[in-house]
């Protein structure tokens, strides 16, 4: 995942382009561009849309006086919750009406979280100025709320960034107090005494960060030792000097805690990004629309091939009647021509021991003679071969069925029906012999 993450001071813009990931974090590109009568706000943020590259999720980290916080306690652990009764909790507790305010909250301890809020318009407003220089923020946030990212900084400790106060205990961030820019040194040790003297304790030391990296130069007029911030080892290759380090550190923990899940973004409600929504759901309908073209021209080719196919049977169905008729001339119209037309065909694949049907039907002609008048039907079933036909006389009969010897292994005489003129009708059936292999 790529993040654009800038940071807005009075004087100066700041952004760095991160590609995450769970294993490591790869610094694309960053700048640090002045802001004055050369160049405004305006000219920075066009720069930066002209050198940027890809289609990063953008983060813009307003400064922390944007913001107040107040300390609750809740019996809930799902952050999804908590945001949804915190304005009921907050109700009557704080001067502004929720109604005007966005908010989120980030876990300090247990049952305890941290209340952040900051007022619609001024959020608002920051997103339409973005907006119209062309480069429209899809999280807002600031850099003190991902300070559980901060690389380097130990799980307790004061921190101070040179424009606000926090303390982290457990590497949760538990409270934060934020400073104008004319604001004196002497309210830091101010703060610090007074947390001391309202029962909180203080954490073991405070760590200087970001433009405060050099403020103090020594620690006599502090509660707490003072430790500035440096370079972790292992982030060596990504920060190549402390100044660079002091400049971007902030910006990847918001890319980090973006990451996470664990960055407060006050892009809710009214003010929710929607502009990603948008564009995937004219992705959506334009996937949509192609499957349904798809769908529909599946369905087509299906019914053109079911009206061919269909085409084709009918013309076969017609020429198989057509077949029927020139091989049965003399029977009725069959009710299944195909069926019985692969009747007549498994006979014929039915014959063991001869040469085939034909060379039968060939032999039976030979055997007949003159007295046998014809033959109208000859079936063969296995090894049984039946005869009807018709003869001069009975004695015609018999004289046929000396003559089947050769060819039938038994012979019997079915009915033998006279006729006026003298002639007679006779049926007969009989087994083939087995031919020698």
């Known amino acids: ?160 960034d040179g424009s606000s106060l926090s303390i982290l205990k457990s590497g949760r961030l538990t409270y934060l107090r934020t400073f104008n820019a004319d604001v004196s040194l002497s309210m830091i040790p101010a703060t610090l005494s007074a947390l001391e003297l309202s029962g909180e304790v203080l954490p073991p030391q405070l760590c200087l960060i970001g433009s405060a990296a050099h403020l103090f130069s020594a620690a006599d007029s502090l509660p707490l030792p003072v430790e500035t911030v440096e370079v972790p080892a292992e982030l060596g290759h990504l920060f190549k000097n402390d100044e660079t380090f002091q400049q971007l550190a902030g910006l990847y923990a918001a890319a980090r805690a973006s990451f996470a899940g664990t960055l407060p973004d006050f892009r809710r409600g009214g003010l929710a990004w929607t502009a990603g929504d948008a564009k995937l759901r004219r992705k959506l309908l334009l996937t949509g629309l192609l499957a349904m073209a798809v769908i529909v021209l599946l369905f087509i080719t299906k019914g053109l091939q079911y009206r061919t196919a269909m085409a084709d049977v009918a013309s076969l169905n017609k020429s198989i009647a057509a077949m029927y008729r020139e091989i049965f001339p003399a029977r009725a119209k069959a009710v299944d021509e195909l069926s019985e037309i692969k009747g007549e065909i498994r006979k014929l694949a039915g014959v063991e021991g001869s ?66 003129d003298g002639s007679v009708t006779f049926s007969l059936s009989g087994t083939l012999k087995e031919v020698a292999k």
């Open 1 to 160: 995942m790529d993040y654009l993450v800038l940071q807005t001071e009075e004087h100066r813009l700041t952004v760095a382009h991160f590609g995450v990931s769970r294993r490591a974090t790869e610094l694309i590109g960053a700048a640090s561009l002045e802001l004055g009568e050369e160049q405004s706000l305006a000219d920075a943020v066009h720069h930066i849309v002209a050198k940027m590259t890809g289609s990063p999720r953008i983060i813009l980290c307003v400064p922390p006086t944007f913001f107040a916080q107040r300390s609750i306690t809740l019996p809930l652990t799902d952050l999804r919750k908590v945001r949804e009764v915190l304005p009921t909790q907050l109700q009557g507790d704080i001067a502004q009406a929720v109604d005007d305010l966005v908010l989120d909250v980030l876990p300090s301890a247990a049952d305890r979280f941290l209340a952040l809020w900051a007022r619609s318009e001024d959020i608002s407003a920051v997103i339409e100025q973005f907006r119209e220089f062309g480069l429209e923020p899809q999280i807002i946030s600031s850099l003190p709320f991902s300070l559980a990212e901060y690389p380097g900084l130990p799980p307790d400790c004061a921190v101070y």
């Open 355 to 420: 040469s085939g049907f034909l060379d039968l039907l060939k032999k039976l002609a030979e055997a007949k003679g003159s007295s046998i008048n014809g033959l109208y039907e000859a079936e063969l079933e296995g090894r049984t071969l039946r005869i009807k036909g018709d003869a001069r006389s009975a004695q015609a009969v018999n004289e046929f069925k000396t003559a089947l010897a050769p060819l039938l292994a038994t012979a019997e005489l079915g009915e033998v029906k006279s006729r006026p």
